[in-house]
């Protein structure tokens, strides 16, 4: 893996810095790596880049009005700090957006900029109800790998004609462009918070209470599915023994409540049923977040599977016919989190979800020398491939920007 931190930074201080230093690279025909606190550096393939292009320094929210339920930010911003200033007005990023630095073992300060947010298209267990960081981005502001300064939608939520660009540079992982601003739509916090926890279902019969769950009028935000094997590990072994299915519900107290009176009744017969408060359901979803249970060494490699929800339970059982792995599901089980025990079983992931039919899988945590063998991000069918390297031409046409980060060549 090329150590990227030792190429020589450009600092911006301003959106005018940000266009000098790219205008400046492609001049030179400079490749450069776009990056904010550095929390997700190494996820995806190694870059050979002569500088890095350091947006930290871009910092501030420049406008916030809670009763309008917008904001907007430099890219470079903390999203610690903007979620401690939400949560002074009892207001959120609906879509909770994952810390990866316990994953991938950093002990950096910051999680993260409000930029990265995006660039990743980063979510949380809300992804069902609330969708990912694309579907709250109301505008943008960016350097393209031409040199140009582009802006895209606004302030309000219905200001998109022609092209939405916002949501179109989401998950590109600075291969397109640099955010320079971004305006989010932010949502009130709910006033209380539970789980129902579900005991020592196999993953099943788990599958089939969180499709339930989730279809009922009980409205379940999140739904996950914790194996024995890690269930331990979540509230510091504060979860019931067994196997856990965990069902949040959010919302007024009165209301919560009913709910999960309800959900206790539908369920009590297929397993043993407990109720965590407030505090405890914000501990356990954030570690379901932010992949606890794998958290707790960094050589084994990791995988985050995406799948139709019905076929997460699938996919480890095939799995585990040929390989040690530990897992569990998040997003009704349409989420898999993969622990491999070995190395070199890529091509076993990527057969499995093919025999499913459909489904992505990204390598989030490897070694240097797996991460150049095998694709990180899952490989495209030959006519996506095409679509995808016009876009980089069009937006980046000598590739100047993360270069080879996603795998994309020319």
Request: proline share 5%; with cysteine; net charge negative.
């Amino acid at each position: 893996m090329a150590d990227n931190t030792q190429n020589p930074a450009l600092h911006p201080r301003d959106e005018k810095d940000v266009l000098d230093a790219v205008q400046w690279a492609i001049s030179e025909r400079t490749p450069i790596e776009v990056r904010g606190h550095g929390s997700k550096q190494s996820i995806g393939r190694p870059m050979q880049v002569a500088h890095c292009l350091d947006l930290s320094g871009l910092t501030g929210v420049t406008l916030y009005e809670p009763e309008e339920l917008v904001l907007t930010a430099k890219a470079g911003t903390a999203l610690d700090e903007i979620e401690a200033l939400l949560a002074k007005n009892n207001q959120e990023l609906q879509f909770e957006p994952m810390d990866y630095r316990p994953l991938l073992g950093l002990n950096s300060a910051g999680r993260g900029t409000i930029g990265g947010v995006l660039a990743t298209n980063l979510s949380g267990p809300r992804r069902l109800k609330a969708g990912a960081a694309r579907d709250h981005v109301l505008g943008i502001r960016a350097v393209t790998g031409r040199g140009d300064l582009i802006k895209s939608g606004g302030r309000v939520v219905k200001n998109v004609t022609g092209y939405d660009l916002s949501r179109g540079l989401s998950g590109s992982w600075g291969t397109l462009a640099a955010f320079t601003e971004l305006t989010f739509k932010v949502m009130p916090r709910a006033e209380t918070q539970e789980t129902l926890v579900v005991s020592n279902l196999d993953d099943a019969q788990a599958g089939d209470v969180m499709a339930r769950a989730m279809g009922s009028n009980a409205e379940v935000s999140s739904a996950a599915h914790l194996p024995e094997s890690v269930a331990a590990k979540f509230l510091d072994g504060g979860l019931p023994e067994g196997a856990a299915t965990v069902l949040r519900v959010e919302g007024f107290a009165p209301s919560v409540d009913y709910r999960l009176g309800k959900l206790i009744e539908a369920f009590s017969p297929m397993g043993e049923c407990h109720r965590l408060d407030a505090q405890s359901t914000q501990v356990l979803w954030q570690e379901i977040r932010d992949v606890k249970p794998f958290s707790d060494d960094t050589e084994r490699v990791i995988w985050r599977v995406s799948v139709a929800p019905g076929d997460g339970h699938k996919l480890v059982a095939s799995l585990r016919l040929h390989a040690g792995i530990d897992a569990y599901y998040d997003w009704q089980g349409g989420l898999v989190w993969l622990r491999m025990e070995a190395d070199g079983e890529a091509d076993l992931v990527r057969a499995s979800i093919r025999t499913l039919g459909s489904g992505h899988a990204t390598m989030i945590r490897a070694s240097g020398s797996m991460r150049n063998e095998y694709p990180v991000f899952e490989p495209q069918e030959a006519p996506l491939a095409a679509l995808t390297r016009r876009l980089k031409q069009q937006f980046d046409p000598e590739f100047i920007l993360n270069p080879g980060r996603m795998g994309i060549e020319l």
